[in-house]
């Protein structure tokens, strides 16, 4: 079992830059693949990052060279750099788990998740 919280979001101006934050407790953490998922107001929730314990990441093509996964297992957290922020950024952003090495973009393969961080870019 993985607790997972995040932190970090807020009100930023377009080109702006945020890093969110997830703190997960759990003696396992080290061996479950990381990820961000973000969720608009009245779209499905979307993949953005993904991070696993060997060091692979992936990316939506959508902030590839703008937002970076890290992991810091001695810290039990998993970071989201987001830089070049744009309007179409702004959602909730959510933690998410997975006790395997693999690091899928779909919703339904992590079965743990925080509670998400808003946040907002304004143009």
């Known amino acids: 079992q993985v607790q997972l919280v995040e932190s970090g979001g807020g009100l930023v101006q377009a080109g702006d830059s945020l890093r969110l934050s997830c703190a997960a407790s759990g003696r396992t953490y080290s061996s479950y693949a990381m990820a961000w998922f973000h969720q608009a107001p009245g779209k499905e929730r979307e993949f953005v990052a993904a991070h696993n314990w060997s060091g692979a990441t992936l990316y939506a093509d959508s902030v590839k060279g703008r937002f970076t996964i890290s992991r810091d297992n001695a810290k039990n957290t998993v970071y989201l750099q987001m830089n070049i922020l744009k309007p179409e950024d702004t959602a909730v952003y959510y933690c998410?788990?997975?006790?395997?090495?693999?690091?899928?973009?779909?919703?339904?393969?992590?079965?743990?998740w925080g509670q998400g961080t808003q946040v907002t870019v304004s143009s």
């Open positions: 998410a788990a997975r006790p395997a090495y693999g690091i899928p973009k779909t919703v339904a393969e992590y079965p743990y």
